[in-house]
């Protein structure tokens, strides 16, 4: 049972969702808009370089695609993870593997018919 729960105040793909510390300490977040990890055969990984972060990821790998909305696809990335990375902002582990959702992904499942199109900056 949890102890307490606050709003995640954030923007794109976090948006609504909820930091709950468990009665043992732990934090667990719920993300209703998570896109879920699929075992894909057009799956990239990307070993981490120092200092990057997933912003870097983004604009590296979509933006030759998604032009400078390529910078919000961060998020897309993040949520992709087996275990998904709740902060963006922050250096990623040097050496840490990375899951890089083809952009037949991102347009076809991470935003899917909810969108008629990958958004705008």
Do not use: C, N
């Amino acid at each position: 049972m949890p102890i307490y729960s606050e709003d995640i105040e954030a923007l794109g793909l976090y948006r609504h969702g909820a930091i709950i510390q468990q009665t043992d300490g732990s934090l667990v977040t719920t993300l209703p808009e998570r896109v879920e990890f699929q075992e894909r055969s057009d799956t990239l990984i990307h070993v981490v370089a120092e200092g990057e972060r997933l912003t870097d990821l983004a604009v590296l790998y979509y933006k030759e695609v998604f032009g400078d909305a390529a910078v919000d696809m961060w998020e897309v990335i993040a949520q992709f993870q087996p275990t998904p990375i709740i902060d963006g902002t922050i250096a990623l582990p040097v050496d840490a593997e990375i899951l890089i959702p083809s952009e037949d992904f991102i347009r076809d499942e991470a935003f899917g018919s909810s969108l008629s199109e990958v958004p705008e900056v």
